[in-house]
């Protein structure tokens, strides 16, 4: 599955602006996708590899806040 626009356009536009994306758990967490910038978690969704499209719409609506203030602390 590609991350692109216009499905996940949150993703691509925070992937753009330096987040790193992470799928898949492990022994000690079972979210199935986190988004982190630089060292800060800011955002985290849990689901299985079957729901991978609905966690990545998840992930996407979360990360609209995040971008939405990215973009308001650059000068125009």
Avoid: K
């Avoid at 987040?19 to 982190?36: F, K, M, P, Q, W």
């Amino acid at each position: 599955m590609l991350i692109s626009e216009p499905t996940f356009v949150q993703i691509a536009d925070a992937i753009e602006n330096g987040v790193r994306i992470e799928l898949g758990t492990t022994a000690h967490d079972n979210s199935l996708a986190r988004a982190y910038h630089e060292t800060e978690l800011i955002a985290e969704c849990q689901g299985t590899y079957t729901d991978l499209n609905e966690v990545l719409t998840e992930l996407d609506n979360l990360l609209y806040d995040w971008n939405a203030a990215i973009q308001a602390d650059r000068p125009e």
